[in-house]
């Protein structure tokens, strides 16, 4: 096994150990984030490996929308923030109708 996959897969392990345990939310956003990373340098190391560019522009994409959506949720987040004083995910029962 090559060093980029155990380091790939301890990164990966790390953000879903983040998502699944904490209760903030800008923690979760930063573990999605260290997910979709992780991938990203798989994708990249296996693109490398095969002399094939097409794992490198499927990267760009990734990164292009998780930069979407990292906006949109922090706008979200803010918007939660104003209405609530709170970013914990137990706080959220509050919206509810």
Do not use: P
Not at 42 to 66: E, K, P, R, T, W
């Amino acid at each position: 096994m090559s060093e980029y996959l155990v380091l790939c897969c301890i990164l990966f392990s790390l953000g879903a150990f983040g998502v699944l345990i904490r209760r903030n939310i800008l923690v979760m956003f930063m573990s999605i984030e260290l997910m979709l990373n992780s991938v990203n340098l798989l994708l990249v190391y296996f693109s490398a490996i095969h002399n094939d560019q097409s794992g490198q522009v499927f990267v760009f994409f990734i990164m292009a929308v998780a930069a979407a959506e990292i906006t949109i949720g922090l706008a979200i987040l803010v918007m939660i923030f104003r209405h609530i004083g709170s970013i914990k995910i137990d706080s959220l029962k509050e919206l509810k109708w």
